[in-house]
């Protein structure tokens, strides 16, 4: 049975799944919207623009990103979410064109992605299309749209980080429509707490939206992920993605489908506190008032990395 009714009470769900509760807001920015699939959004230091004189340079080393003091607010999920060994893990590196599925408005992750890409690589947002939102929330409002980062038209605000100025347009699209111009353009696609909604309903997107992950990889790029994690004894429904959770075998199938390779697993982000059991929003940081889940910690999850073949 599927607990749509259920999630949609809790609006929390995807802020903690994407964005995360502590995430910070964005300023507003300016946006172009093209043919209502993709959306690019010049910043003010775009190519051909320049960068301001009073623009704040971005880093170009990961640990000198996650140390900035502008992630003060997000840095108390450091010791949960381990950024600078997960994404060491992945290989990122700040040349890379790197895709994030479910950035959210002013997403954890983006957070530091944007830096570290701002000077020397190109960052795409990608969220789920209108149906699966609609799939997700049957009647939610127009500021639930807005706080999980559903308008591709506006991917390049909800990515932006105050101070840094990006080298290159930041642009937006739904992962069922992915436009063939980015066929191979891409060394990373990231999958972070993003794939669980992808395998629920009775039509499952999974298929769809790895084929399109699949394409918009460069020969031998990159696709990591990191995901709440059930136990393989679970059973099918508990593990659909209703209540958030997945099968570690159930992923790695839907990834080997479309043709990627399983390069390598950790346990970096792993939780042997969470029986993994229940709704994963009742863990924190969605839900911060209950000491026996403050206790558990924010949920077990895997973390993989998989490859296109060359």
């Known amino acids: 049975m599927e607990k749509i009714g259920y999630v949609s009470a809790l609006a929390l769900i995807l802020a903690a799944c994407s964005a995360g509760e502590d995430a910070p807001g ?170 669980h909604h992808l395998f629920r309903f009775e039509e499952p997107m999974i298929d769809t939206a790895l084929a399109e992950v699949f394409d918009i990889l460069a020969p031998g790029g990159v696709v990591g992920v990191v995901q709440h994690r059930a136990p393989e004894s679970a059973d099918a429904e508990f593990a659909s993605g209703n209540n958030g959770y997945l099968k570690q075998s159930d992923v790695i199938a839907a990834f080997e489908r479309a043709g990627f390779v399983l390069e390598d697993v950790s346990e970096v982000n792993a939780n042997p506190n969470d029986p993994a059991d229940g709704f994963v929003w009742r863990l924190p940081p969605t839900t911060t008032n209950n000491e026996a889940t403050l206790a558990i910690g924010e949920s077990d999850r895997m973390t993989l990395r998989f490859r296109k073949p060359e």
């Open 26 to 195: 964005n300023d507003a920015g300016e946006m172009s919207a093209d043919s209502g699939t993709m959306a690019e959004v010049e910043t003010d230091g775009a190519a051909g623009s320049g960068m301001p004189e009073d623009a704040v340079a971005s880093s170009t080393d990961l640990a000198s990103v996650i140390s900035h003091e502008r992630r003060d607010e997000n840095r108390a999920r450091d010791d949960w979410r381990h950024p600078q060994e997960t994404l060491s893990f992945f290989g990122v590196e700040p040349d890379m064109t790197v895709v994030e599925v479910l950035p959210g408005n002013g997403g954890w992750y983006s957070q530091i992605l944007m830096p570290l890409t701002a000077e020397q690589g190109r960052l795409i947002g990608v969220t789920y299309p209108d149906r699966l939102w609609s799939q997700m929330f049957p009647s939610w409002s127009e500021e639930n749209y807005e706080r999980f980062g559903a308008d591709i038209s506006q991917m390049s605000r909800y990515m932006s980080v105050d101070g840094v100025v990006s080298a290159q347009p930041i642009v937006g699209y739904t992962i069922d429509d992915i436009p063939d111009a980015e066929n191979g353009s891409a060394d990373m696609v990231l999958f972070i707490r993003a794939l």
